[in-house]
């Protein structure tokens, strides 16, 4: 059995708690994700 992640679920749930927990991060939190999804994508990782 393989267990196979991806990166954007992750970091999608990472950045969910982090504006659970710290609500006045949420401009920062949802810049830094586009940011990695944008790197992501030029990479050819997808999402």
Known sequence: MTLH???APLITLGAG???LFFPRL???IVAA???V???L???GQGF
């Open 5 to 7: 992640l991806e990166l």
């Open 17 to 19: 708690v982090a504006i």
């Open 26 to 28: 949420l401009n920062y």
């Open 33 to 35: 994700y586009l940011i």
């Open 37 to 39: 999804l944008g790197i």
């Open 41 to 43: 994508g030029l990479l």
